[in-house]
């Protein structure tokens, strides 16, 4: 089905459209042949913009969803196993414009805007696969956790930091921790631009959360869809219930419960799921 993304959509509708997706092979989204386009990265996220929620693929800047300033991210990931997943790759934000965003604080950057408006659509990648069969496993409204934004304020303030001093140049992904400045462009040498405070020219790059972020990340939100179903008696009240199987772990290492859950996940009784 392809729907029509219109101003008259709420907010909330376009996370429940979404949801709609999971499941879904994107083979059974393209309508228009993207995945046979060659050499275009950003296919899938154009295929699932246009063939699914109506909105014409297009390179200019800006929010996908423009009338609720929400942007559409496509991105993969890999299962390690059948309980740990990884980021495929990180996860681009936008560029850094060297001329500007050395006057803006964090908290009307971009990167902080995007912590509260990015709808993450997540597929599973399976080398040997044909891209049709990838299917997409969760759709989500990212939301930057609390524990985390002090040290994406400060990778930012350190990119930041470096254009400010006439550095720009010297600015490398391997400096931050979350938030990383990636190179872009074709390479060759073709992709240098000005910087405000010194001469030399300096890589173009973009604001993106690392590999290793992502891949915290995605495995906290999976990690929601493969947990213990909790069973509390009738007879027992709920907190009653829940201490009742919380103290089986008490005392335990965090390696026995580790090996206690996998067992139960392997299990076959209707108590568990995944």
Known sequence: MTYNYTEEWSREKIFEVADELVGKTLGEIDKSGWLEKKANKG????????????????????????????????T?????????????ERLVLSM?????????????????????????????????MPVKDFRIIKTTLFELPLDDELQVRQDYEAIIGKIREGKAHEISEKQQVFLGACTKGQGKGKDFVKQPFSPELAKKRAYSYKVGYMSAYVRGLLRLQKTEHINVPKEKSFVEGIKEILDTYNERTASEINNMLSDKQSSNSKKFFI
């Open 43 to 74: 296919k899938i996220g154009n295929m699932i913009q246009s063939d699914f929620f109506g909105i014409p693929a297009n390179s200019i800047s800006g929010p996908d969803f423009i009338h609720h300033g929400i942007e559409l991210k496509v």
């Open 96 to 128: 850094i414009n060297y001329e500007n965003d050395y006057k803006i604080p964090f908290e009307e950057s971009v990167v902080n805007k995007k912590a509260k408006d990015m709808l993450l659509i997540f597929y599973l990648h399976k080398e040997n």
């Open 76 to 88: 993969p990931v890999l299962e390690k196993s059948m309980r740990d997943y990884t980021s495929k």
